[in-house]
Nanobody, 122 residues
Framework: QVQLVESGGGLVQPGGSLRLSCVASGSIFSIDGMGWYRQFLGKERELVAIISSGGTTNYADSVKGRFTISRDNAKKTVYLQMNSLKPEDTAVYYC????????????????WGQGTQVTVSS
């Protein structure tokens, strides 16, 4: 069973930091792009940051200079370091990845994690 499992969310004060992790597991041959998205209450999910298999990154304007996405291919893990957090960063954060599965090498399949809550409040 292929799955993405996030961890690291929680409650933090404004100006604080959190580090999210997302581990991919299952019958995975390789991983293409990985990313983080967030969903505010009552809103649609939006892109936070993405990273290609080669390490190229892209960020939403609202998080540039504060958040850093990285990945460890050997551990099948993507990270999101979040600094200088603001109350408006409060949301459920989701991991996303394009996976190439064993025995199905000609296509990628997109997966989502279950989400982790990040709350920024004093």
């Amino acid at each position: 069973q292929v799955q993405l499992v996030e961890s690291g969310g929680g409650l933090v004060q404004p100006g604080g930091s959190l580090r999210l992790s997302c581990v991919a597991s299952g019958s995975i041959f390789s991983i293409d792009g990985m990313g983080w998205y967030r969903q505010f209450l009552g809103k649609e999910r939006e892109l936070v940051a993405i990273i290609s298999s080669g390490g190229t990154t892209n960020y939403a304007d609202s998080v540039k200079g504060r958040f850093t996405i990285s990945r460890d291919n050997a551990k099948k893990t993507v990270y999101l370091q979040m600094n200088s957090l603001k109350p408006e960063d409060t949301a459920v954060y989701y991991c996303n990845a394009d996976l190439i599965l064993w025995g199905n090498y000609r296509q990628t399949t997109n997966y989502w994690g279950q989400g982790t809550q990040v709350t920024v409040s004093s």
